[in-house]
């Protein structure tokens, strides 16, 4: 059973996330402002979060960073606002995925359900040592490291340097990485990655993609990840 931490100050739509999250065999602890959310996080160490991004004391979007900072359990947001500019805050600040409101039930239920398969068979800490699945095809047991200038990828242990420092990738980040590097200089689309990355079989924001990428390129080389305009991107060889 997965626990889930929720943190909502309407406490209308909390009781009724809580109740639709737990008629599906999830744990959930609630919170109504993100201070006491911070708290019962440290505290109960959750599988995943689940944030509204208007809290009062502290903020969705602080929430989330605070939570990235000490952990790598994915952070779903949600909010009655699609403003881009709360969206991109809310994703450069640590978070995986977001939701509009209003939203359904079942919808909430299959976004957090693609995070937590996401991440179940990857290690959630600083330097991963576990193998992972994705739909791409899986690396053999015998893959050597892969290079691509200074940058040294492990498909086996996940491990990543650049030139002589190791680099802590979030479980998306990995993803994103060992998707590229699964066929250097092919162009993946944002939809391609959303499918394989994020599950989703629907089509779902890609502006989630492109800021996750971001992210990425910040700590692989910026260089690293070229743009293609109009179709997605590539990893340069």
């Excluded at 809310?90 to 209003?102: H, I, M, N």
């Amino acid at each position: 059973m997965h626990d889930i931490l929720l943190v909502e100050d309407d406490e209308m739509i909390r009781e009724a996330t809580r109740l639709t999250l737990e008629a599906q065999g999830y744990r959930v602890r609630t919170a109504a402002d993100g201070v006491t959310g911070l708290d019962m996080f440290r505290e109960h160490r959750p599988d995943l979060a689940v944030l509204d991004i208007m809290l009062p004391g502290l903020n969705g979007v602080s929430l989330a960073g605070r939570i990235r900072e000490e952990s790598g359990v994915p952070v779903l947001l949600i909010s009655a606002r699609n403003d881009p500019v709360d969206v991109v805050m809310g994703l450069e600040a640590g978070a995986d995925d977001y939701v509009t409101k209003p939203f359904d039930g079942p919808v909430l239920v299959a976004r957090i359900r693609c995070l937590l398969r996401r991440v179940a068979p990857v290690e959630t800490t600083a330097t991963p040592t576990t193998s992972a699945t994705t739909a791409a095809p899986a690396p053999s047991a015998t893959a050597a490291p892969l290079r691509f200038g200074d940058l040294l990828f492990c498909p086996v242990t996940l491990a990543v340097r650049r030139g002589e420092q190791s680099l802590s990738l979030t479980t998306t980040e990995l993803k994103l990485l060992r998707e590229f590097t699964t066929s250097p200089g092919m162009v993946f689309t944002r939809d391609l990655l959303l499918e394989r990355v994020w599950d989703y079989a629907w089509s779902g924001d890609t502006r989630v993609v492109d800021v996750h990428v971001q992210r990425l390129r910040a700590k692989i080389g910026r260089e690293r990840i070229e743009t293609v305009r109009g179709f997605g991107y590539k990893l340069r060889t």
